[in-house]
Protein backbone atom coordinates (compact mmCIF):
# COMPACT_ATOMS: atom_id res chain seq x y z
CA UNK A 1 0.00 0.00 0.00
CA UNK A 2 1.27 3.50 -0.08
CA UNK A 3 1.05 4.41 2.86
CA UNK A 4 3.66 1.58 3.58
CA UNK A 5 5.72 3.41 1.00
CA UNK A 6 5.24 6.59 2.72
CA UNK A 7 6.59 4.91 6.14
CA UNK A 8 9.69 3.14 4.57
CA UNK A 9 11.15 6.19 2.97
CA UNK A 10 10.54 7.88 6.28
CA UNK A 11 12.24 5.24 7.67
CA UNK A 12 14.54 4.93 5.34
CA UNK A 13 15.77 8.87 5.82
CA UNK A 14 15.85 7.85 9.73
CA UNK A 15 18.38 4.84 9.27
CA UNK A 16 20.32 7.06 6.93
CA UNK A 17 21.10 9.72 9.07
CA UNK A 18 22.08 7.38 11.73
CA UNK A 19 24.71 5.48 9.39
CA UNK A 20 25.61 9.00 8.73
CA UNK A 21 27.08 10.06 12.03
CA UNK A 22 28.33 6.93 12.85
CA UNK A 23 30.53 7.01 9.55
CA UNK A 24 31.14 10.48 10.27
CA UNK A 25 32.62 9.92 14.16
CA UNK A 26 34.20 6.97 12.90
CA UNK A 27 36.33 8.86 10.63
CA UNK A 28 37.15 11.43 13.27
CA UNK A 29 38.08 8.69 16.06
CA UNK A 30 40.19 7.22 13.55
CA UNK A 31 41.86 10.24 12.60
CA UNK A 32 42.34 11.56 16.51
CA UNK A 33 43.89 7.94 16.79
CA UNK A 34 46.12 8.30 14.10
CA UNK A 35 47.03 11.80 15.09
CA UNK A 36 47.93 10.81 18.84
CA UNK A 37 49.98 7.58 18.15
CA UNK A 38 52.34 9.87 15.44
CA UNK A 39 52.60 12.74 17.92
CA UNK A 40 53.18 9.97 21.31
CA UNK A 41 55.90 8.22 19.18
CA UNK A 42 57.77 11.34 18.39
CA UNK A 43 61.27 11.91 20.61
CA UNK A 44 59.96 14.97 21.56
CA UNK A 45 57.15 13.80 23.95
CA UNK A 46 59.83 11.01 25.14
CA UNK A 47 62.04 13.49 26.49
CA UNK A 48 59.70 15.79 27.85
CA UNK A 49 58.41 13.30 30.08
CA UNK A 50 61.62 10.87 30.70
CA UNK A 51 62.49 10.45 34.24
CA UNK A 52 65.70 11.78 33.48
CA UNK A 53 65.33 14.62 31.93
CA UNK A 54 62.00 17.22 31.04
CA UNK A 55 58.88 18.05 33.08
CA UNK A 56 59.11 14.79 35.76
CA UNK A 57 62.66 15.48 36.96
CA UNK A 58 62.13 19.52 37.40
CA UNK A 59 58.51 18.60 39.35
CA UNK A 60 60.81 16.18 41.55
CA UNK A 61 63.24 19.26 41.92
CA UNK A 62 60.93 21.68 43.35
CA UNK A 63 60.14 20.22 46.56
CA UNK A 64 60.62 16.31 48.50
CA UNK A 65 56.96 16.70 49.36
CA UNK A 66 55.06 16.26 46.03
CA UNK A 67 52.11 17.89 47.47
CA UNK A 68 54.20 21.14 48.52
CA UNK A 69 55.86 21.13 45.00
CA UNK A 70 52.35 21.12 43.42
CA UNK A 71 50.90 23.78 45.09
CA UNK A 72 53.77 26.03 44.47
CA UNK A 73 53.01 24.75 40.26
CA UNK A 74 49.60 25.55 41.05
CA UNK A 75 50.12 29.02 42.72
CA UNK A 76 52.43 30.09 39.54
CA UNK A 77 51.05 28.36 36.77
CA UNK A 78 47.65 27.87 37.39
CA UNK A 79 44.55 28.55 35.28
CA UNK A 80 43.48 32.43 35.57
CA UNK A 81 46.65 32.98 38.04
CA UNK A 82 47.63 36.62 38.09
CA UNK A 83 51.19 37.61 36.92
CA UNK A 84 53.79 36.83 40.53
CA UNK A 85 57.25 36.58 41.10
CA UNK A 86 58.50 33.49 40.64
CA UNK A 87 59.08 30.97 44.09
CA UNK A 88 63.05 30.18 44.06
CA UNK A 89 62.27 26.95 44.09
CA UNK A 90 60.94 26.62 40.61
CA UNK A 91 63.90 28.18 37.87
CA UNK A 92 64.58 24.29 37.09
CA UNK A 93 60.93 24.06 36.19
CA UNK A 94 60.73 27.15 34.59
CA UNK A 95 63.52 26.10 31.94
CA UNK A 96 61.91 22.89 31.22
CA UNK A 97 58.17 24.87 30.39
CA UNK A 98 59.96 27.83 28.63
CA UNK A 99 61.83 24.62 26.48
CA UNK A 100 58.39 22.57 25.68
CA UNK A 101 55.75 24.87 25.90
CA UNK A 102 55.38 26.78 22.51
CA UNK A 103 55.85 23.67 21.14
CA UNK A 104 53.17 22.21 22.54
CA UNK A 105 50.89 25.19 22.06
CA UNK A 106 52.29 24.38 18.01
CA UNK A 107 51.45 20.97 18.10
CA UNK A 108 48.13 21.02 19.53
CA UNK A 109 47.16 24.03 17.53
CA UNK A 110 47.44 21.81 14.16
CA UNK A 111 45.23 19.09 15.34
CA UNK A 112 41.59 17.97 17.03
CA UNK A 113 42.49 18.30 20.16
CA UNK A 114 42.20 21.58 22.37
CA UNK A 115 44.66 19.79 25.67
CA UNK A 116 47.34 17.58 26.18
CA UNK A 117 48.79 16.32 29.42
CA UNK A 118 51.83 14.37 31.00
CA UNK A 119 51.65 11.85 33.52
CA UNK A 120 55.09 10.75 35.14
CA UNK A 121 55.45 7.04 36.00
CA UNK A 122 54.05 7.88 39.37
CA UNK A 123 50.74 9.04 38.62
CA UNK A 124 51.53 12.84 39.04
CA UNK A 125 50.49 14.95 36.12
CA UNK A 126 53.98 17.30 35.54
CA UNK A 127 52.39 19.21 32.48
CA UNK A 128 49.12 20.17 30.74
CA UNK A 129 49.02 23.13 28.39
CA UNK A 130 45.61 24.49 29.66
CA UNK A 131 46.74 24.42 33.39
CA UNK A 132 43.29 23.18 34.52
CA UNK A 133 42.06 21.74 37.99
CA UNK A 134 43.93 18.37 36.27
CA UNK A 135 47.38 19.89 36.49
CA UNK A 136 49.82 18.37 39.16
CA UNK A 137 47.25 16.35 40.33
CA UNK A 138 47.72 12.81 41.80
CA UNK A 139 46.08 10.40 39.52
CA UNK A 140 46.91 7.43 42.07
CA UNK A 141 45.16 9.06 44.78
CA UNK A 142 41.39 8.64 46.01
CA UNK A 143 40.38 12.10 45.86
CA UNK A 144 41.38 11.94 42.06
CA UNK A 145 39.78 8.31 41.57
CA UNK A 146 36.55 9.40 39.41
CA UNK A 147 38.16 12.06 37.40
CA UNK A 148 38.48 11.21 33.37
CA UNK A 149 41.67 11.42 32.98
CA UNK A 150 42.18 9.42 36.19
CA UNK A 151 39.98 6.76 34.84
CA UNK A 152 41.95 6.68 31.61
CA UNK A 153 45.48 6.79 33.34
CA UNK A 154 44.51 3.56 35.28
CA UNK A 155 43.07 1.81 32.04
CA UNK A 156 47.00 2.62 30.72
CA UNK A 157 48.83 0.91 33.04
CA UNK A 158 46.27 -2.00 33.45
CA UNK A 159 46.75 -2.98 30.04
CA UNK A 160 50.35 -2.31 30.32
CA UNK A 161 50.36 -5.57 32.18
CA UNK A 162 48.50 -7.72 29.12
CA UNK A 163 50.57 -7.03 26.09
CA UNK A 164 54.01 -6.99 25.46
CA UNK A 165 53.75 -4.31 22.72
CA UNK A 166 52.45 -1.13 24.77
CA UNK A 167 52.84 1.00 21.39
CA UNK A 168 49.58 -0.76 20.53
CA UNK A 169 47.90 0.29 23.66
CA UNK A 170 45.10 3.11 23.60
CA UNK A 171 42.84 3.49 25.50
CA UNK A 172 39.36 6.19 24.22
CA UNK A 173 37.42 7.71 26.64
CA UNK A 174 33.74 8.00 27.04
CA UNK A 175 32.14 11.65 26.26
CA UNK A 176 32.32 12.91 29.88
CA UNK A 177 32.40 16.64 31.11
CA UNK A 178 36.35 17.63 31.99
CA UNK A 179 36.16 20.85 33.74
CA UNK A 180 33.93 23.20 32.54
CA UNK A 181 33.30 21.40 28.74
CA UNK A 182 32.45 18.29 27.63
CA UNK A 183 34.85 15.79 25.99
CA UNK A 184 37.02 13.21 25.26
CA UNK A 185 40.12 11.38 26.21
CA UNK A 186 43.21 9.54 24.33
CA UNK A 187 45.69 8.09 26.45
CA UNK A 188 48.72 6.12 25.29
CA UNK A 189 51.83 4.55 27.05
CA UNK A 190 55.03 7.47 26.48
CA UNK A 191 57.94 4.93 25.06
CA UNK A 192 61.67 6.04 25.67
CA UNK A 193 64.57 3.76 24.32
CA UNK A 194 62.19 0.83 24.77
CA UNK A 195 61.04 2.08 28.46
CA UNK A 196 57.42 3.38 29.26
CA UNK A 197 57.84 6.70 30.91
CA UNK A 198 54.60 7.66 31.80
CA UNK A 199 51.89 8.47 29.98
CA UNK A 200 50.03 11.58 27.31
CA UNK A 201 47.03 11.92 27.40
CA UNK A 202 45.03 14.43 24.70
CA UNK A 203 41.47 16.03 24.69
CA UNK A 204 39.56 16.28 22.28
CA UNK A 205 36.31 18.59 22.64
CA UNK A 206 32.73 17.46 22.25
CA UNK A 207 32.38 20.58 20.21
CA UNK A 208 34.48 19.50 17.48
CA UNK A 209 32.11 16.35 17.03
CA UNK A 210 28.74 17.82 17.22
CA UNK A 211 30.25 20.60 14.64
CA UNK A 212 30.98 17.72 12.20
CA UNK A 213 27.35 15.87 13.26
CA UNK A 214 25.80 19.45 12.56
CA UNK A 215 26.66 19.42 8.76
CA UNK A 216 24.68 16.23 8.79
CA UNK A 217 21.40 17.92 9.59
CA UNK A 218 18.52 18.15 7.18
CA UNK A 219 15.02 19.24 7.18
CA UNK A 220 13.44 17.03 10.03
CA UNK A 221 16.44 15.16 11.48
CA UNK A 222 18.77 16.22 13.74
CA UNK A 223 21.58 14.25 15.53
CA UNK A 224 22.58 14.66 19.40
CA UNK A 225 25.13 13.69 21.32
CA UNK A 226 24.93 12.48 24.66
CA UNK A 227 27.24 11.83 27.45
CA UNK A 228 28.05 8.81 29.02
CA UNK A 229 24.95 9.26 31.63
CA UNK A 230 23.02 10.07 28.84
CA UNK A 231 23.01 13.68 29.01
CA UNK A 232 22.51 15.69 26.08
CA UNK A 233 25.80 17.60 25.21
CA UNK A 234 24.47 20.50 23.05
CA UNK A 235 22.81 22.87 25.21
CA UNK A 236 19.40 22.36 22.97
CA UNK A 237 16.62 20.66 24.25
CA UNK A 238 16.46 16.79 23.17
CA UNK A 239 12.82 17.68 21.33
CA UNK A 240 12.57 21.23 19.77
CA UNK A 241 8.46 19.84 19.15
CA UNK A 242 5.83 17.82 20.18
CA UNK A 243 6.22 16.36 16.93
CA UNK A 244 10.03 15.39 16.86
CA UNK A 245 10.36 11.88 18.16
CA UNK A 246 13.81 10.19 19.26
CA UNK A 247 15.42 6.94 17.91
CA UNK A 248 18.54 5.46 20.01
CA UNK A 249 20.46 5.77 21.34
CA UNK A 250 22.94 4.64 19.04
CA UNK A 251 26.56 2.87 20.02
CA UNK A 252 29.59 3.95 18.34
CA UNK A 253 31.97 0.78 18.43
CA UNK A 254 35.27 0.89 20.94
CA UNK A 255 34.51 4.48 22.02
CA UNK A 256 31.23 4.04 23.91
CA UNK A 257 29.81 7.41 22.42
CA UNK A 258 26.40 7.84 22.65
CA UNK A 259 23.88 9.57 19.62
CA UNK A 260 20.50 10.52 19.22
CA UNK A 261 18.16 10.62 16.31
CA UNK A 262 15.59 13.16 16.30
CA UNK A 263 13.23 12.99 13.88
CA UNK A 264 10.07 14.87 12.93
CA UNK A 265 8.27 12.67 10.71
CA UNK A 266 6.08 14.90 9.26
CA UNK A 267 8.63 17.02 7.83
CA UNK A 268 10.06 13.74 6.12
CA UNK A 269 7.20 12.47 4.31
CA UNK A 270 7.38 15.89 2.83
CA UNK A 271 3.66 15.55 2.62
CA UNK A 272 3.47 12.14 0.89
CA UNK A 273 0.98 11.71 3.90
CA UNK A 274 -1.75 14.53 2.39
CA UNK A 275 -1.73 13.27 -0.96
CA UNK A 276 -2.33 9.87 0.30
CA UNK A 277 -5.72 10.95 2.47
CA UNK A 278 -6.63 12.96 -0.85
CA UNK A 279 -6.50 9.54 -3.11
CA UNK A 280 -7.84 7.74 -0.26
CA UNK A 281 -10.63 10.47 -0.78
CA UNK A 282 -11.13 9.89 -3.93
CA UNK A 283 -11.37 6.44 -3.99
CA UNK A 284 -13.80 6.83 -1.80
CA UNK A 285 -15.57 9.13 -3.99
CA UNK A 286 -15.03 6.94 -6.84
CA UNK A 287 -16.91 3.62 -4.89
CA UNK A 288 -19.29 6.34 -4.11
CA UNK A 289 -20.20 7.11 -7.63
CA UNK A 290 -19.58 3.61 -9.00
CA UNK A 291 -22.20 2.80 -6.86
CA UNK A 292 -24.89 5.46 -7.35
CA UNK A 293 -24.61 4.58 -11.19
CA UNK A 294 -24.79 0.88 -10.86
CA UNK A 295 -28.30 1.83 -8.86
CA UNK A 296 -29.37 4.28 -11.68
CA UNK A 297 -28.78 1.62 -14.22
CA UNK A 298 -30.67 -1.21 -12.26
CA UNK A 299 -33.59 0.99 -11.83
CA UNK A 300 -33.73 1.20 -15.68
CA UNK A 301 -33.42 -2.79 -17.25
CA UNK A 302 -36.87 -4.10 -17.30
CA UNK A 303 -37.50 -6.70 -14.23
CA UNK A 304 -36.40 -9.60 -14.11
CA UNK A 305 -33.49 -9.14 -16.80
CA UNK A 306 -31.11 -10.10 -14.18
CA UNK A 307 -28.13 -8.92 -11.42
CA UNK A 308 -26.30 -5.92 -11.82
CA UNK A 309 -23.10 -7.18 -10.14
CA UNK A 310 -21.76 -3.65 -8.06
CA UNK A 311 -18.06 -3.03 -8.67
CA UNK A 312 -16.07 -3.71 -5.31
CA UNK A 313 -13.03 -1.44 -4.48
CA UNK A 314 -11.37 -0.87 -1.03
CA UNK A 315 -11.63 2.20 0.21
CA UNK A 316 -8.25 2.30 1.35
CA UNK A 317 -6.84 1.51 -1.55
CA UNK A 318 -6.90 4.08 -4.80
CA UNK A 319 -7.23 2.57 -8.26
CA UNK A 320 -4.48 2.07 -10.84
CA UNK A 321 -5.57 5.37 -12.90
CA UNK A 322 -5.94 7.07 -8.88
CA UNK A 323 -1.94 6.14 -8.41
CA UNK A 324 -0.75 7.41 -12.08
CA UNK A 325 -2.36 10.43 -11.65
CA UNK A 326 -0.30 11.45 -8.25
CA UNK A 327 2.05 13.86 -8.16
CA UNK A 328 5.35 13.05 -9.39
CA UNK A 329 6.51 13.72 -6.00
CA UNK A 330 5.31 9.98 -5.18
CA UNK A 331 7.62 8.32 -7.63
CA UNK A 332 10.13 10.44 -7.51
CA UNK A 333 12.99 10.26 -5.09
CA UNK A 334 13.44 12.40 -2.44
CA UNK A 335 15.94 15.12 -2.73
CA UNK A 336 19.04 13.99 -1.16
CA UNK A 337 18.16 10.45 -0.73
CA UNK A 338 21.14 7.23 -1.57
CA UNK A 339 20.26 5.45 -4.70
CA UNK A 340 18.72 2.15 -3.66
CA UNK A 341 21.07 -1.07 -3.03
CA UNK A 342 21.21 -3.13 -6.39
CA UNK A 343 22.73 -6.51 -6.50
CA UNK A 344 26.09 -7.10 -4.80
CA UNK A 345 27.68 -8.40 -7.98
CA UNK A 346 26.52 -5.60 -10.10
CA UNK A 347 29.14 -4.15 -12.23
CA UNK A 348 28.30 -0.81 -14.11
CA UNK A 349 29.33 -1.70 -17.74
CA UNK A 350 31.74 0.92 -19.18
CA UNK A 351 30.47 4.04 -21.34
CA UNK A 352 30.40 3.17 -24.80
CA UNK A 353 33.17 6.10 -25.28
CA UNK A 354 35.31 4.11 -22.98
CA UNK A 355 35.51 0.92 -24.77
CA UNK A 356 39.57 0.40 -26.12
CA UNK A 357 39.15 -2.66 -28.12
CA UNK A 358 39.36 -6.26 -26.23
CA UNK A 359 42.67 -6.62 -27.14
CA UNK A 360 44.15 -3.37 -25.08
CA UNK A 361 41.97 -3.30 -22.40
CA UNK A 362 43.02 -7.19 -21.64
CA UNK A 363 46.71 -6.24 -21.47
CA UNK A 364 48.48 -6.27 -17.63
CA UNK A 365 50.43 -3.25 -18.09
CA UNK A 366 47.23 -0.87 -18.52
CA UNK A 367 44.86 -2.86 -15.90
CA UNK A 368 47.44 -2.37 -13.38
CA UNK A 369 48.17 1.15 -14.30
CA UNK A 370 44.66 1.59 -13.95
CA UNK A 371 44.44 0.29 -10.23
CA UNK A 372 47.74 1.89 -9.37
CA UNK A 373 45.99 5.34 -10.40
CA UNK A 374 43.07 4.59 -8.11
CA UNK A 375 44.90 3.42 -5.31
CA UNK A 376 47.43 6.05 -4.98
CA UNK A 377 44.10 8.54 -5.76
CA UNK A 378 42.50 7.23 -2.33
CA UNK A 379 45.57 7.13 -0.41
CA UNK A 380 46.56 10.83 -0.91
CA UNK A 381 42.78 12.08 -0.53
CA UNK A 382 42.93 9.93 2.46
CA UNK A 383 46.00 11.48 4.04
CA UNK A 384 45.83 15.00 2.96
CA UNK A 385 41.61 15.74 3.59
CA UNK A 386 41.45 12.81 6.33
CA UNK A 387 38.36 11.36 4.21
CA UNK A 388 37.67 8.14 2.98
CA UNK A 389 35.97 6.89 0.11
CA UNK A 390 32.55 7.53 0.37
CA UNK A 391 33.67 11.14 1.02
CA UNK A 392 35.87 11.21 -2.31
CA UNK A 393 32.71 9.64 -4.36
CA UNK A 394 30.03 11.95 -3.03
CA UNK A 395 31.92 15.17 -3.04
CA UNK A 396 33.56 14.12 -6.93
CA UNK A 397 30.06 13.09 -8.06
CA UNK A 398 32.27 10.22 -10.39
CA UNK A 399 31.19 7.35 -8.30
CA UNK A 400 27.92 6.23 -7.02
CA UNK A 401 27.21 5.39 -3.46
CA UNK A 402 24.79 2.53 -2.39
CA UNK A 403 23.15 1.91 0.79
CA UNK A 404 23.64 -1.86 1.96
CA UNK A 405 21.32 -2.55 4.49
CA UNK A 406 22.43 0.33 7.45
CA UNK A 407 25.94 0.98 5.58
CA UNK A 408 26.69 3.28 2.66
CA UNK A 409 28.94 1.35 0.15
CA UNK A 410 31.08 2.35 -3.04
CA UNK A 411 31.03 -0.79 -4.57
CA UNK A 412 31.96 0.11 -8.60
CA UNK A 413 34.94 2.43 -7.03
CA UNK A 414 36.13 -0.64 -5.09
CA UNK A 415 36.55 -2.83 -7.92
CA UNK A 416 39.03 -0.81 -9.83
CA UNK A 417 41.02 -0.93 -6.48
CA UNK A 418 42.33 -4.50 -7.45
CA UNK A 419 43.21 -6.15 -10.90
CA UNK A 420 41.74 -9.39 -10.16
CA UNK A 421 38.23 -7.23 -9.45
CA UNK A 422 38.66 -4.56 -12.65
CA UNK A 423 35.93 -5.16 -14.78
CA UNK A 424 36.71 -6.17 -18.47
CA UNK A 425 35.73 -3.03 -19.74
CA UNK A 426 36.76 -0.38 -17.34
CA UNK A 427 35.48 3.08 -17.45
CA UNK A 428 39.57 4.90 -17.45
CA UNK A 429 37.86 8.23 -18.01
CA UNK A 430 36.08 8.30 -14.54
CA UNK A 431 39.94 6.95 -13.23
CA UNK A 432 41.97 9.91 -15.12
CA UNK A 433 39.07 12.60 -13.78
CA UNK A 434 39.23 11.33 -9.85
CA UNK A 435 42.97 11.37 -9.82
CA UNK A 436 42.58 14.73 -11.45
CA UNK A 437 40.06 16.02 -8.79
CA UNK A 438 42.05 14.64 -5.91
CA UNK A 439 45.57 16.27 -7.61
CA UNK A 440 42.88 19.59 -7.59
CA UNK A 441 41.44 19.52 -4.48
CA UNK A 442 44.24 17.66 -2.35
CA UNK A 443 47.05 20.26 -3.38
CA UNK A 444 49.75 19.14 -0.07
CA UNK A 445 52.89 18.72 -1.98
CA UNK A 446 54.70 15.30 -1.17
CA UNK A 447 56.00 12.25 -2.44
CA UNK A 448 53.07 11.04 -2.48
CA UNK A 449 51.36 14.05 -4.86
CA UNK A 450 54.60 13.20 -6.92
CA UNK A 451 53.65 9.63 -7.02
CA UNK A 452 49.97 9.77 -8.22
CA UNK A 453 51.15 12.17 -10.61
CA UNK A 454 53.96 9.91 -12.21
CA UNK A 455 51.22 7.24 -12.42
CA UNK A 456 48.62 9.75 -13.62
CA UNK A 457 51.10 10.21 -16.25
CA UNK A 458 52.05 6.64 -17.10
CA UNK A 459 48.05 5.86 -17.67
CA UNK A 460 47.98 8.58 -19.98
CA UNK A 461 51.01 7.53 -22.09
CA UNK A 462 49.17 4.01 -22.51
CA UNK A 463 45.89 5.90 -23.30
CA UNK A 464 47.93 7.84 -26.02
CA UNK A 465 48.55 4.28 -28.09
CA UNK A 466 44.96 4.02 -29.15
CA UNK A 467 44.97 7.87 -29.48
CA UNK A 468 42.29 8.50 -26.81
CA UNK A 469 43.75 10.92 -24.68
Known amino acids: ?36 AAFASTSFIGYSIGRYYGFAPAFAQISPDPDRAAALLRSYYGKGQPPQEMPPSLPAYASVHDRFHA ?15 LVDHFGRVVYSLQKDSNFTADLTQPRSRDQPLAEVYREVMARLQQTEDPSKILVVSPIKRIEDTYG ?44 AKGTPVQATPVADSVREATYGPSILPETGWHYLILADRSALDGGLWLWFLLLCLAGAGGIGASSYLAWRQTEALPRGTGRVILPMLSAATPS ?29 PAAPADSLGDEFEASEGYRR ?25 EESGLW ?10 T ?48 LKHHLRQVERV
Open 1 to 36: MLANIIEQRTQFQIEIAETSAGHDLTTIVDFARSQS
Open 103 to 117: SFQSLIASTLFDDLY
Open 184 to 227: VLLARPVIQHGSVEGVVAFRLPASALAERLAALQRPGVRIMLLD
Open 320 to 348: QNEIAAAPAALAEPLAGEPEPTVDADYIE
Open 369 to 393: SLVEVMTLALDYWQKTKHKGKIELA
Open 400 to 409: RVYMDRSSLQ
Open 411 to 458: RTLDKYLLVETLPRNPRWRDVVRTAEYVLRNAPQPGPERDQLAEALAS
